[in-house]
C-alpha cells in the first residue's frame, strides 16, 4: 500500500510558475506509475500528467502538454509536477495519484491510490 501527501499549492499569478510535490510512504514506491490529476470547483477529477515506473515514459493531456512537466525521484519516494505559465483556467486541486497499471493509464479508474489534494488558485 502507499500513502501520498501532496504539498506546493498556492495562490500565484498568471503566467507564473509553481512546483507540486507529492511524498509517498511505503516500500514498493517504485512499482506504481504515478500520475496528477486535478479537479476544478463543480467539474469532475481530470487527468494532468503520468510518469513511468522507471521515470523514462510520460504522457500529458493536452491542456498542459508543453507547460507542465512530470518527474520522479525514486530514492526519495517522490513525484513532482512543475508548472510554468500558468493560467487562470488552471485553478484547481491537484491530486497524486498511483496506479499499478501496465501501461501509462490516463483514466482515474486505473490508479489505485490518491492523496487528499493541494489547492492551486491562479489569478489573472
Known amino acids: 500500500q502507499v500513502q501520498l501527501v501532496e504539498s506546493g499549492g498556492g495562490l500565484v499569478q498568471a503566467g507564473t510558475s509553481l512546483r507540486l510535490s507529492c511524498a509517498a510512504s511505503g516500500r514498493t514506491f517504485s512499482r506504481y506509475i504515478m500520475g496528477w490529476f486535478r479537479q476544478a470547483p463543480g467539474k469532475e477529477r481530470t487527468f494532468i500528467a503520468a510518469?513511468?515506473?522507471?521515470?523514462?515514459?510520460?504522457i500529458y493531456a493536452d491542456s498542459v502538454k508543453g507547460r507542465f512537466t512530470i518527474s520522479r525521484d525514486t530514492a526519495k519516494n517522490m513525484v513532482f509536477l512543475q508548472m510554468n505559465s500558468l493560467k487562470p483556467e488552471d485553478t484547481a486541486v491537484y491530486f497524486c495519484a498511483a496506479s499499478d497499471s501496465y501501461y501509462l493509464p490516463s483514466s482515474r479508474n486505473l490508479y489505485d491510490y490518491w492523496g487528499q489534494g493541494t489547492q492551486v488558485t491562479v489569478s489573472s
Open positions: 510518469i513511468s515506473r522507471s521515470g523514462g515514459s510520460t
